[in-house]
C-alpha cells in the first residue's frame, strides 16, 4: 500500500514537472514563467508542516492512525482533476492553470503526509532503508509514467485528454488503502464493524499542546536542529536544474517537448535503481554516507555538465545527462528520507518527520523560482546556471558533519 500511494504522488508530479512545463517551453514559455509556474504547482508540498500535526491531532481512530486521511487525500486529489476538467485547456492562462494545479497538490502533499506517517508508525529501524528506497521507487514509477506517458497522451489527446487518464488512474490506485487496513479487526469504513487496535487506541484526538511540547524536545538537540537547516538549503541545485533544463533543451538544443519528456521518463529506470541501491546502502553502510554520494554526485554532475558544453548539441551527451542524474537525485534522497525517519523520536514522530520532508521541499521550490533571477535577472548563461546549481548541492555537505543519529538514540534511552 505504501509503494502504491508513492505512485500516485509520482504521476502528476511528473506530469506537471515534466510533461507539462516541456509541453510549455516547446511552445515559447521562457525561464521565468515557466519557474514561476513549477514553484506555484510544487509550493502545496511545503504545507506538510501544516498537515503534520493535523494528522497527529484528529484521526477516526477506530480505521487505524492514518488510513482515513490517505483515503480522503486521494479521493479529493482525483476530484480536485475534475475542476480542471470543467475550466477546459488552460494552456493559454499560466497563472490559472497553475493555481488549479496548486489546489490538486494541497491534496497530494496531505497523502504523502498520511503516508510517511503510518510508514514511520509501522516500520522498523532496519527495514527504514530498503523500504525508502522502495517507496521513492514507487514515486518514480509513477514519475515516469507521468512525464512520458502522459506527454503522449497530450500529443494524441490534448491537456483534457491527460487530465482524465489521471483521474481514472487515481481512482484505481485508492483501492489499495480501502481493501487493506492497518491492524486486523479495525473498521474498513466507519459504519462498518470493528475497533481501534495498538497503541492509544482509543485516541482519536490529541491535544496540540502535547504535539508542539514533544516537537520542542524532538528538536532540542544539535543533530535534529542542524538537519533542519541542512534539508532547506540541500535541494536548491536540484529545484534550478529541474527547470533550467527544460528550456535549455526545448529552446536552445531543438528538443520538442515529447522528445524532453520522454527521455525523462525514462530515466525513472535509473531513478529506479539509484533509490533501491541507495536504501539497500544506507541500511548497511550508512545514512550520512549515502547522502553524501548522491548530493555530492549530482553537484559534480552539473558541473561537469557546464564543463563540457560544447557537446550539448551531441545527443549521446544530452541524453546522457537527462538519463543519469535524476539516479544520483534518487540516492541522496533515500538517504534523506532514512536518515528523517531515523532521527525522529518522542510521540510526535510523525510530525518531525514532515518537518524535514516539508523544509526540502521548500528549498526544493526556492530553486524552482531561483531559475528566473539567475537568467534573467542576473543574465546568467546556462553554463553558469548550472555551476551555481553543482556548488549549492555540495556545500551543504558540511553539515553532515554534526549530525549523529547516536544522539538520538541517546535521546531515546533517557526518555524511556
Known amino acids: ?24 517551453t516547446d511552445r515559447g514559455v521562457g525561464d521565468a514563467e515557466a519557474g514561476e509556474l513549477t514553484a506555484i504547482v510544487l509550493v502545496p508540498w511545503t504545507f506538510k508542516l501544516v498537515w503534520g500535526p493535523l494528522i497527529d491531532t484528529m484521526t477516526i481512530r477506530s480505521m487505524g492512525r492514518r488510513r482515513a486521511w490517505i483515503i480522503g487525500a486521494e479521493f479529493m486529489m482525483a476530484v480536485s482533476l475534475l475542476g480542471l476538467l470543467a475550466l477546459g485547456d488552460l494552456t493559454n492562462n499560466l497563472r490559472l492553470l497553475g493555481w488549479m494545479f496548486f489546489i490538486h497538490n494541497c491534496f497530494a502533499s496531505l497523502q504523502d503526509v498520511s503516508t510517511d506517517a503510518l510508514a514511520v508508525d509501522i516500520l522498523p529501524p532496519e527495514e527504514q532503508g530498503r523500504t525508502n528506497g522502495l517507496m521513492w521507487g514507487s514515486k518514480l514509477v509513477g514519475k515516469g509514467a507521468g512525464g512520458a506517458a502522459m506527454a503522449m497522451a497530450i500529443d494524441s489527446w490534448g491537456l483534457t485528454g491527460a487530465v482524465w487518464l489521471q483521474f481514472a488512474i487515481l481512482m484505481l490506485i485508492m483501492l489499495f488503502p480501502i481493501f487493506m487496513l492497518e491492524r486486523a479487526g479495525e473498521k474498513r469504513f466507519p459504519w462498518s464493524k470493528g475497533s481501534a487496535r495498538g497503541v492509544e487506541s482509543g485516541a482519536s484526538v490529541r491535544s496540540l499542546m502535547d504535539v508542539i511540547r514533544d516537537l520542542r524536545q524532538g528538536f532540542s538537540m544539535v543533530t535534529t536542529s542542524v538537519f ?5 538549503i540541500s535541494m536548491l541545485g536540484w529545484g534550478i536544474v529541474e527547470v533550467v533544463t527544460k528550456t535549455l533543451y526545448t529552446q536552445q538544443l531543438g528538443w520538442s517537448f515529447v522528445d524532453v519528456s520522454q ?22 553502510f550508512g545514512r550520512r554516507k549515502v547522502m553524501a554520494a548522491g548530493f555530492a554526485g549530482y553537484g559534480v554532475f552539473a558541473i561537469v555538465f557546464a564543463v563540457f558544453s560544447n557537446l550539448w548539441t551531441e545527443t549521446w551527451f544530452a541524453s546522457g545527462y537527462l538519463l543519469l542524474n535524476p539516479g544520483l537525485v534518487a540516492v541522496a534522497a533515500v538517504g534523506y528520507l532514512s536518515m528523517s525517519m531515523r532521527i525522529s523520536w518522542t510521540k510526535a514522530a510523525a510530525t518531525m518527520f514532515t518537518i524535514y520532508l516539508t523544509v526540502s521541499n521548500i528549498g526544493h521550490v526556492l530553486g524552482n523560482w531561483f531559475v528566473g533571477s539567475l537568467r534573467d535577472g542576473w543574465a546568467f548563461s546556462y ?6 546549481a553543482g556548488i549549492v548541492m555540495i556545500l551543504p555537505l558540511l553539515l553532515l558533519v554534526v549530525i549523529r543519529q547516536e544522539e538520538v538514540d541517546h535521546a531515546k534511552r533517557q526518555l524511556k
Do not use: N
Open 383 to 388: 553554463e553558469q546556471t548550472f555551476w551555481t
Open 1 to 24: 500500500m505504501l509503494c502504491a500511494m508513492y505512485v500516485a504522488q509520482g504521476i502528476p508530479w511528473g506530469f506537471m514537472t515534466i510533461a507539462l512545463i516541456s509541453y510549455l
Open 228 to 232: 533542519v537547516v541542512f534539508g532547506a
Open 263 to 284: 527521455v525523462s521518463g525514462t530515466a525513472a529506470l535509473t531513478e529506479m535503481i539509484g533509490a533501491v541501491l541507495g536504501g539497500y546502502c544506507a541500511d548497511r
